[in-house]
């Protein structure tokens, strides 16, 4: 068993603004917590097996990334400054046709390569090859909450539901626990509400959550107000979907009684600021949303339309774009908005003991150095982290007890080897236009 004391790092704990221990100690023994507080508060004959010097840094939960497609890394850069619905027909669609599972793994492990050096420990996937993408995350050490992507229409629709069944049998709860299954219906407006019903049947007879899309756009309110006559939350509620936990990406376009729902039916929300600055889909009322105590986690969406997967800067963009949507500085400080990137986006996953640094809790632990002139003189640790650092900052990243970042050499991956393969898997799709 693992057994590893980090000594001398600044520990963010997020159990509350005054947590903080500024010249503190981790223990971890297997894959959980055994301590965290100041220096010398391990557990008196605690021997570890490694000890890790964290002075210089600061030590936090890992980051929790609450919507993506983490294959799509092979599609970054490649169609930009697009509307949403041309970009998915005339650009993404098409060459996602293409896709063959090889393709998957591999922008997959990019995806997870990326994440690991940026901070990210968990991510919530919604794609389809989902063998692939679990196997991407079992090699990469990392935490993740997967779905299989459903279109409720056309010949895909069934073959969905039967790939979705035998994912959940075979990977709920594999790779040592570090990976669970959600079901994927794409959205609204790409399953009808019989579909959706039937799929809401099946996670609950499963025991699993629901991830997808909701009110992402301007269209699709449009949309689903012309086929149901209501707007898309109040549509879902009346299919039943929110009797099962929902993570809900984007709730971009909501009112006041989508969001009084929302609150009311414990859905959980992923909110990407910058893909949907990117597509220019809108601003989430976050502020409202939060106010209405709805529980809301970040996510950096598909790599396609961000075009990182840097959950530091996608802190500092949702702390920013609410100032400036409500014209209030004091909206989203940045204490909450790193709450959003942990222990939140952990629960909006479902995933317990994740997302503190405490005694019992899951080790999901990053490191990042503030020994940088941009991180100097470290007024604020929390401010400093949301407005100031820089993925490269992250030196060292714990997950499940296992290290698998140090001083930003990822251990569970060839990084060479990863660059290699998505490139030439990228290539190659693009080259048959
Ligand atoms: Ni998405």
């Given at each position: 068993?693992?057994?590893?004391l980090?000594?001398?790092p600044?520990?963010i ?5 005054g ?9 971890v023994?297997?894959d ?10 391990a557990?008196?004959?605690?021997v570890?097996?490694?000890?890790i ?22 599609l970054?850069s ?7 619905m041309?970009?998915?027909?005339e650009k ?7 896709l063959?599972?090889e393709?998957?793994?591999?922008g997959?492990m ?7 050096k ?6 919530a ?5 989902m063998?692939?993408?679990?196997r ?43 990976i669970k299954?959600m079901?994927?219906?794409?959205a609204?407006?790409?399953?009808p ?7 809401t ?5 499963y025991?699993?959550g ?13 949309q689903i ?14 299919t ?11 709730c971009?376009h909501?009112?006041e ?10 859905v ?19 502020t409202?949303?939060?106010k ?5 986690g ?17 802190m500092r ?9 409500t ?11 790193l ?6 986006g952990?629960?909006?996953l ?16 990053i ?5 940088r002139p941009?991180?100097c ?7 400093d ?28 991956m ?15 799709l693009?080259?048959?236009?």
């Amino acid at each position: 068993m693992s057994k590893i004391l980090i000594q001398g790092p600044a520990v963010i704990t997020m159990e509350g603004p005054g947590r903080i221990y500024e010249d503190g100690e981790i223990a971890v023994s297997g894959d959980s917590i055994v301590s965290a507080g100041p220096r010398g508060s391990a557990p008196e004959g605690f021997v570890a097996r490694k000890v890790i010097d964290g002075s210089g840094m600061v030590a936090l939960p890992g980051l929790v990334n609450c919507h993506t497609h983490a294959a799509m890394t092979l599609l970054r850069s490649y169609a930009d400054d697009m509307p949403l619905m041309k970009w998915l027909n005339e650009k993404i669609w098409p060459v996602e046709n293409r896709l063959r599972p090889e393709d998957v793994y591999w922008g997959t492990m990019l995806c997870c390569l990326e994440m690991i050096k940026s901070g990210t420990t968990a991510f919530a996937d919604m794609y389809f090859e989902m063998d692939r993408v679990a196997r991407a995350v079992e090699q990469s050490g990392m935490r993740a909450s997967l779905a299989r992507g459903m279109v409720g229409v056309g010949p895909d629709a069934r073959k969905a539901i039967d790939e979705s069944l035998s994912f959940v049998r075979e990977w709920h709860g594999a790779a040592g626990g570090r990976i669970k299954v959600m079901f994927g219906p794409h959205a609204p407006y790409t399953c009808p509400p019989e579909y959706l019903q039937q799929v809401t049947e099946l996670a609950a007879d499963y025991n699993v959550g629901i991830h997808i899309h909701v009110a992402e756009t301007k269209d699709e309110v449009e949309q689903i107000h012309a086929n149901y006559h209501k707007s898309p939350v109040k549509h879902l509620q009346a299919t039943g979907l929110f009797k099962v936990p929902v993570l809900a990406a984007h709730c971009v376009h909501v009112d006041e009684e989508d969001i009084e729902i929302l609150a009311a039916e414990k859905v959980k929300v992923a909110h990407c600021p910058e893909s949907n600055m990117k597509l220019a889909s809108g601003i989430s009322p976050v502020t409202g949303l939060l106010k209405a105590g709805v529980l809301v986690g970040l996510g950096t969406d598909g790599a396609a339309s961000n075009n990182n997967l840097d959950l530091l800067e996608e802190m500092r963009t949702a702390a920013l774009l609410q100032k400036v949507a409500t014209g209030d500085p004091m909206v989203l400080p940045a204490y909450e908005t790193l709450q959003m990137a942990t222990w939140k986006g952990a629960q909006a996953l479902g995933l317990s003991g994740v997302g503190q640094l405490k005694a019992g809790m899951k080790a999901d632990v990053i490191l990042v150095n503030y020994q940088r002139p941009h991180l100097c003189p470290r007024h604020d640790l929390v401010a400093d982290l949301v407005y100031a650092a820089q993925s490269a900052d992250v030196e060292t990243v714990i997950i499940n007890g296992e290290v698998v970042m140090e001083d930003r050499t990822v251990l569970t991956m060839d990084e060479e080897e990863v660059m290699a393969g998505a490139r030439h898997c990228a290539l190659r799709l693009v080259e048959k236009e």
